[in-house]
């Protein structure tokens, strides 16, 4: 099982920028395939990215162009770089490896 650590998470007013992180650890071969993803209260988790070990990064219509994911195997950390933040990209975002996920870490986007 991997063990998945967010951190980044916070308020910022729109059009802002917040970058997050996610460490994993306790596996014992090469990470595949990560991804982020969101919750609102009151709403069903939605993907937003995922980027493969060889670097491919997908990303849903609504954050592209704004958000940029990226990974660094040799620290095991992938990220999340959003800018032009709205109001509608809050919500606890999650890191995903396959079928282990993090806590979450609180993203607001609020004036």
């Known amino acids: 099982q991997v063990q998945l650590v967010e951190s980044g998470g916070g308020l910022v007013q729109p059009g802002g920028s917040l970058r997050l992180s996610c460490v994993a650890s306790?596996?014992?071969?090469?990470?595949?395939?990560m991804s982020w993803h969101r919750q609102d209260p009151g709403k069903e988790r939605e993907w937003v990215a995922s980027?493969?070990?060889?670097?491919?990064?997908l990303y849903a219509d609504s954050v592209k162009g704004r958000f940029t994911i990226s990974r660094d195997d040799a620290t095991n950390t992938m990220y999340l770089q959003m800018n032009s933040l709205k109001p509608e990209d809050t919500g606890v975002y999650y890191c995903?490896?396959?079928?282990?996920w993090g806590q979450g870490t609180q993203v607001t986007v609020s004036s």
């Open positions: 980027v493969h070990n060889r670097g491919r990064a």
């Open positions: 995903r490896h396959l079928g282990d």
């Open positions: 306790g596996f014992t071969s090469s990470l595949s395939v």
